[in-house]
């Protein structure tokens, strides 16, 4: 990426930050917290996931099959069904079917898709958005921000000032109920007048032809039962194998995109059906919506025409490739993008592409509208796997993301054959953005910064050296760089030796020297040895490089998995010995517990996965099977304020840490703020920086209320340290220092 490249992107989210950003932000974190809650009050979530995923998964598996059953179960129903090879023939078919007629339409990502507006308006159709966030969208010409609230980017008072220009009512509107009656009455003539209703689908069942639309408002009803013909458009993905299959989705798309226990709505068409349509009544337009006095049936089902367009336009192509694949288990429900803390600052008009946008718009901008989309906004994923846990159907979105991000840095639109055929670091692509290698290969950055401290701090901080950085390499010069150690944490062991000896150690483990701690944050890697040696757990720290996180971040996947080969190489000897794995930093634990399944062989995976513990989690573990914790620095009513790292709660694993503070007699207050914002390397480059230090304002903000201002501030992450000490003016410390107590 260019200098120009990066300040154009740096300008287009600073914008956005300023004019969308707080919309965005406060009503993403209200659809959030509204999840949290309505899921936990499921019986068993987790569980309903995996239904749910299960149903999705054999569908796309038998997607040619229930395609054919599902057109038999419409067509014997009397309607059409046309399966469209792209938007071109999707538009054509439609186009054909509405002949100029008027069209209704409620909300439908698929039919932005193919921008069927646009090509009905052509024609010399009429279309009318009635769906309200789209209505508004229509008004203002702009594109969706959200794939499920797509003018979540706008405020009431933006809305208000929008109508009064554009249509000019003898009062002013300002409230939303009076913004919401006024499009209610509006609507309500367009569907009167219109011969042809619209409607998109979340699921289309193959036994009945069942189309399932799942709304918080009645104007799909109101567009199929005004008009004498149906139009549904979906992609080919959305048709599941029955009926019965509903009942899990139905349970969760609403809790997991809006935080509602059910939508407003939960309509099921068996078209064409056998419900009469109704026509004008003398209250038509009214206030109370269309034909709400006086309505009348027009004419039977018998008579109503239904077409059932399901779209390609890419989705058989994503089916066969294992990168994408998963890509069509989506139901649309917006929780990666509402659990996203970058999506929740800037929105999807930067987060998002063509037509999609969140975490899983990476993989449907890649498969329906090519790499070129996805390469606009992929970077805004940072793999934090906050959204892992949100999606109901357990889509693995940072993968995805790696996955796309991989082949735009190649060229390539192929499958990730370099996994299955050993590509190695020597083979990554030459022309890969200077960025990207430094960060992907901090590893090796780090260990010459440390064999040449502290000269090498010194350069690094001069001024040329940070405006070359930020020229060339996109470093904004705004960050503090890391100050590299002249001893290594392995040096350091190596020279000191274990104070446990094999005889008395109740446990022997490999502490993981990740390279931040090897070689930046020493500090806190002693103080890990001290805190397991003072519960007589004898420590190895074998020299073990980089887990693969960095290069990974980066879309650079061959250097991962050597990095895991040689991680799992250094390690195995303690796995093999039955001896545990401590890990220190979050993310490389995440590595080892997630990624690692996919970038190594099953058994090496399996043997690291069960041997491997973060640190706070294992001191808890001692604790817990009776170690001291006298042995312990006693807290004596400290009080902290502790932010867990977002891979951290993704494993689920700050409970321990918190377990360990308290019963070590500290006062804990918790963040419920997400994410720090820095994500690594995320937070350094030019580009993101100010949107990084948005993010990170929102966790500064908590941690300045009365309860947490003179609190000493604690971190698990080292994105999380790094961004709250720029940040703060207390410096952050990770909580094993504070057993420690040195």
């Known amino acids: 990426m260019s200098v120009d490249d990066r300040r154009r992107k740096a300008e287009r989210i600073r914008h956005l930050l300023d004019t969308e950003g707080e919309s965005v932000h406060r009503n993403t974190r209200v659809f959030n917290e509204g999840r949290y809650e309505s899921t936990a009050d499921l019986e068993d979530y987790e569980a309903l996931k995996e239904e749910a995923r299960a149903i999705k998964e054999d569908a796309i598996e038998r997607l040619p099959e229930l395609l054919d059953r599902v057109t038999e179960a419409v067509e014997a129903n009397g309607g059409t069904v046309y399966v469209a090879d792209d938007a071109a023939d999707a538009n054509r078919y439609v186009t054909e079917v509405v002949d100029g007629r008027n069209v209704v339409k409620s909300k439908s990502m698929t039919s932005e898709e193919i921008d069927v507006n646009d090509a009905l308006e052509a024609s010399g159709a009429d279309v009318w958005e009635t769906d309200l966030a789209e209505f508004v969208l229509q008004v203002a010409d702009e594109a969706p921000s959200h794939i499920v609230a797509p003018a979540i980017h706008k405020s009431r008072e ?46 289309v069942t193959a036994d009945t032809g069942t189309l399932a639309l799942v709304t918080s408002e009645g104007n799909a009803r109101k567009c199929v039962q005004a008009t004498d013909t149906h139009v549904a458009i979906a992609g080919v993905e959305k048709v599941i194998p029955s009926v019965e299959d509903l009942q899990p989705f139905v349970e969760l798309i609403g809790r997991s995109g809006t935080g509602q226990d059910i939508t407003s709505y939960v309509s099921l068409f068996t078209p064409p059906g056998d419900s009469p349509t109704f026509g004008r009544g003398e209250g038509a337009g009214s206030d109370d919506g269309p034909g709400a006095d006086d309505e009348r049936p027009l004419e039977s089902g018998d008579d109503r025409e239904f077409h059932l367009v399901l779209i390609d336009n890419g989705r058989m192509e994503m089916r066969e490739d294992d990168g994408l694949r998963e890509t069509l288990y989506c139901i649309r429900c917006s929780a990666c993008a509402n659990s996203c803390a970058n999506f929740q600052h800037v929105g999807g008009h930067a987060f998002g592409g063509e037509t999609y946008s969140g975490g899983i718009a990476t993989g449907w901008e890649a498969g329906v509208h090519g790499q070129d989309s996805a390469a606009e906004f992929n970077d805004l994923c940072t793999g934090c796997s906050r959204c892992v846990n949100q999606c109901p159907v357990k889509i693995d979105i940072p993968w995805i993301n790696t996955v796309v991000r991989d082949r ?13 055929e050993g590509l190695t670091p020597d083979e990554e692509p030459g022309g890969i953005d200077l960025q990207k290698r430094l960060f992907g290969n901090f590893d090796t950055l780090a260990r010459l910064g440390s064999a040449f401290a502290p000269l090498s701090n010194w350069v690094a901080r001069a001024g040329p050296a940070r405006s070359l950085m930020e020229r060339t390499l996109g470093v904004d010069e705004r960050r503090e760089l890391p100050t590299f150690e002249r001893e290594s944490l392995v040096d350091w062991f190596a020279d000191r030796g274990s104070r446990v000896g094999p005889d008395e150690a109740r446990r022997t483990v490999a502490l993981y020297p990740d390279a931040y701690t090897n070689y930046v944050r020493t500090e806190r890697g002693k103080a890990a040895v001290r805190v397991l040696e003072a519960l007589d757990v004898r420590v190895e720290v074998p020299a073990a490089g980089e887990s693969g996180r960095a290069p990974l971040s980066q879309g650079m996947v061959a250097t991962a998995r050597s990095n895991a080969e040689a991680v799992y190489e250094a390690l195995s000897p303690a796995v093999a010995a039955g001896h545990d794995v401590v890990v220190i930093e979050p993310s490389d634990l995440a590595m080892f517990h997630r990624e690692y399944e996919r970038l190594l062989p099953e058994d090496a995976y399996d043997a690291l996965k069960g041997h491997s513990y ?68 995320f937070g350094y480059k030019s580009e993101y920086y100010e949107l990084s230090v948005d993010v990170g304002e929102t966790l500064v903000d908590q941690f300045s209320t009365d309860d947490a201002a003179d609190r000493t501030v604690v971190a698990s992450g ?19 220092r504070l057993l420690d107590g040195r």
């Open 718 to 736: 080292t994105s999380c340290l790094e961004q709250l000490d720029a940040l703060l003016t207390r410096r952050p410390a990770h909580p094993v």
């Open 158 to 203: 933006e809305i208000a000032d929008l109508f009064n220009e554009v249509f000019d009512p003898d009062e002013p509107l300002e409230t939303a109920e009076e913004l919401t009656r006024f499009a209610r009455g509006y609507l309500g003539e367009r569907i009167l007048d219109a011969e042809v209703g619209m409607t998109g689908a979340n699921f």
């Open 614 to 681: 973060e640190v706070m989690e294992y001191v808890y573990g001692l604790l817990e099977n009776g170690a001291d914790v006298d042995a312990l620095s006693a807290g004596d009513g400290e009080r902290i304020a502790y932010h867990s790292h977002c891979q951290q709660r993704t494993l689920d694993l700050e409970p321990y840490t918190l377990a360990v503070l308290e019963e070590s007699g500290f006062d804990v207050v918790t963040s419920d703020v997400e994410c720090c914002g820095m994500a690594g390397s």
């Open 408 to 420: 735009i840095n190649r060229g390539e639109d192929g499958d990730l054959d370099f996994l299955v």
